[in-house]
């Protein structure tokens, strides 16, 4: 049987320091620790391994702004994610059992090079205020990802950009429906057979280095101009996730 990828000390190392690079730029644009950590794991690690440790360690971090925020958390945002992240994780359970390893890199990538193009052009100016009923279609889109590709952030933090609310109830907003979306996406795949003593391994190997490269990018933070940075993001997160496309390809 060929040994699973992931599983020896060295490519643990590699691993944790592509959760390092993540945590430090989720510490310091304030999102997408798993969007940067994912593609540069998966040449170490098993699709079927990358995703359910990623569901854990992201989990662990978002449970920590939580937390933090939680007093300036606005329900009613989170309700509607509540109620759609159900089907999101229903409806994902029968589909990815279709879907090969490949075309999941591949959609990964696909969707990681549209997502900094959304990002790159979005319009920068007024903000739009949308309705509290799209929380239902962002948390069913979340619950989505994060069951195909461990991430589940771009639907919700969209959805509340957008929600008129202040700074802090964002954060807490944010880290409410990432803990929900995140407790459905690890009990199914708990309940799938998925959580292996390997991804355990994973997890436990990388959740000290993304905690410490998200603290490490909240202090240095308050040096960076955050609009500038934010494009440079987005430009290689599209670089990325080409990449991963043109590997799939290849």
Same mark, same amino acid.
């Given at each position: 049987?060929?040994?699973?990828?992931?599983?020896?000390?060295?490519?643990?190392?590699?691993?944790?320091?592509?959760?390092?690079?993540? =945590?430090?730029? %989720?510490?310091?644009?304030?999102?997408?620790?798993?969007?940067?950590?994912?593609?540069? $794991?998966? &040449?170490?690690?098993?699709?079927?391994?990358? @995703? &359910?440790?990623?569901?854990?360690?992201?989990?662990?971090? %978002?449970?920590?702004?939580?937390?933090?925020?939680?007093?300036?958390?606005?329900?009613?945002?989170?309700? !509607?994610?509540?109620?759609?992240?159900?089907?999101?994780?229903?409806?994902?359970?029968?589909?990815?059992?279709?879907?090969?390893?490949?075309?999941? *890199?591949?959609?990964?990538?696909?969707?990681?090079?549209?997502?900094?193009?959304?990002?790159?052009?979005?319009?920068? !100016?007024?903000?739009?205020?949308? =309705? /509290?009923?799209?929380?239902?279609?962002?948390?069913?889109?979340?619950?989505?990802? !994060?069951?195909?590709?461990?991430? %589940?952030?771009?639907?919700?933090?969209?959805?509340?950009?957008?929600?008129?609310?202040?700074?802090?109830? @964002? /954060?807490?907003?944010?880290?409410?429906?990432?803990?929900? #979306?995140?407790?459905?996406?690890?009990?199914?795949?708990?309940? %799938?057979?998925?959580?292996?003593? #390997?991804?355990? @391994?994973?997890?436990?190997?990388?959740?000290?280095?993304?905690?410490?490269?998200?603290?490490?990018?909240?202090?240095?933070?308050?040096?960076?101009?955050? *609009?500038?940075?934010? *494009?440079?993001?987005?430009?290689?997160?599209?670089?990325?996730?080409?990449?991963? $496309?043109?590997?799939?390809?290849?």
């Amino acid at each position: 049987m060929r040994p699973e990828k992931g599983s020896g000390m060295t490519e643990l190392i590699l691993i944790s320091l592509g959760w390092f690079a993540g =945590g430090f730029i %989720n510490g310091v644009a304030g999102f997408g620790a798993a969007m940067i950590a994912m593609p540069l $794991i998966t &040449p170490f690690i098993d699709f079927s391994i990358a @995703v &359910p440790s990623c569901t854990l360690i992201v989990l662990t971090l %978002n449970c920590q702004v939580g937390w933090t925020f939680r007093k300036y958390i606005e329900w009613e945002y989170v309700r !509607g994610i509540f109620i759609g992240a159900i089907p999101g994780v229903v409806l994902s359970i029968f589909v990815l059992e279709y879907i090969s390893e490949r075309y999941l *890199k591949a959609g990964m990538g696909a969707f990681i090079a549209c997502y900094a193009v959304w990002g790159l052009c979005m319009d920068r !100016g007024g903000v739009q205020i949308i =309705g /509290k009923a799209w929380g239902y279609l962002a948390g069913m889109l979340s619950s989505a990802l !994060g069951m195909a590709f461990g991430f %589940n952030g771009p639907p919700l933090a969209a959805y509340i950009a957008y929600s008129g609310c202040p700074a802090k109830a @964002v /954060k807490g907003i944010l880290g409410a429906g990432f803990i929900i #979306t995140g407790v459905f996406i690890v009990g199914a795949k708990a309940a %799938n057979g998925q959580m292996t003593s #390997t991804v355990l @391994v994973t997890y436990a190997a990388a959740t000290p280095a993304v905690i410490a490269g998200s603290k490490l990018g909240i202090w240095l933070s308050a040096s960076f101009n955050e *609009k500038s940075y934010r *494009k440079i993001l987005f430009l290689g997160l599209a670089v990325m996730g080409l990449s991963i $496309i043109w590997s799939v390809l290849r």
